[in-house]
């Protein structure tokens, strides 16, 4: 099995189009992931604004295919699922913790993980927010791209924006 290490480096860096980005509006904006490849990319018509690696939905917790829009929008939405418990001094107490699965130990509260830059796109809760890009799915369905490509997809989409998932890409 290869290393996370290995994997990462086998995906391109991200690709902004300098000369599209400017023109590139919550208005005209849409996105496109592709699973296959783990790629994200903003859109201005057909052509590609920026085209960025991305961690999608492992098998446990897989990302949906199909056609979606952004429903919401948080610079700073912590996850109501994921997180930590904590004491009440604000140290961890247990890390890496599903409230699906997981009781807090006495004396301790929830701290959903954080996860900048949120875009919503489907009612189960899953978006595209800033994260963790090993380079292969990871995520527990949505979403992550590296920060400071989550911090341009969230400033180029809206409320309505279209997001549409592919497993692979035309």
């Given at each position: 099995?290869?290393?996370?290490?290995?994997?990462?480096?086998?995906?391109?860096?991200?690709?902004?189009?300098?000369?599209?980005?400017?023109?590139?509006?919550?208005?005209n904006?849409?996105?496109?992931?592709?699973?296959?490849?783990?790629?994200?990319?903003?859109?201005?018509?057909?052509?590609?604004?920026?085209?960025?690696?991305?961690?999608?939905?492992?098998?446990t917790?897989?990302?949906?295919?199909?056609?979606?829009?952004?429903?919401?929008?948080?610079?700073?939405?912590?996850?109501?699922?994921?997180?930590?418990?904590?004491?009440r001094?604000?140290?961890?107490?247990?890390?890496?913790?599903?409230?699906?699965?997981?009781?807090?130990?006495?004396?301790?509260?929830?701290?959903?993980?954080?996860?900048?830059?949120?875009?919503?796109?489907?009612?189960?809760?899953?978006?595209?927010?800033?994260?963790?890009?090993?380079?292969?799915?990871?995520?527990?369905?949505?979403?992550?791209?590296?920060?400071?490509?989550?911090?341009?997809?969230?400033?180029?989409?809206?409320?309505?924006?279209?997001?549409?998932?592919?497993?692979?890409?035309?």
């Amino acid at each position: 099995m290869k290393s996370a290490a290995e994997l990462i480096h086998k995906q391109a860096p991200p690709v902004v189009a300098s000369d599209l980005i400017d023109k590139t509006t919550p208005e005209n904006s849409r996105i496109v992931l592709i699973l296959a490849t783990q790629r994200a990319c903003l859109m201005l018509g057909e052509q590609v604004c920026i085209d960025s690696p991305m961690s999608s939905g492992k098998r446990t917790g897989p990302t949906p295919t199909g056609t979606f829009a952004i429903l919401e929008k948080e610079k700073d939405h912590r996850s109501g699922t994921y997180g930590d418990f904590v004491d009440r001094n604000g140290r961890v107490v247990r890390s890496g913790i599903s409230m699906k699965v997981d009781s807090a130990p006495s004396g301790t509260h929830f701290v959903g993980k954080a996860m900048k830059y949120f875009c919503r796109f489907d009612e189960s809760g899953r978006g595209i927010y800033a994260g963790i890009v090993p380079g292969y799915p990871s995520s527990h369905g949505g979403v992550r791209l590296p920060e400071e490509i989550a911090k341009v997809f969230y400033a180029k989409v809206k409320v309505g924006t279209p997001v549409e998932i592919r497993e692979k890409g035309d």
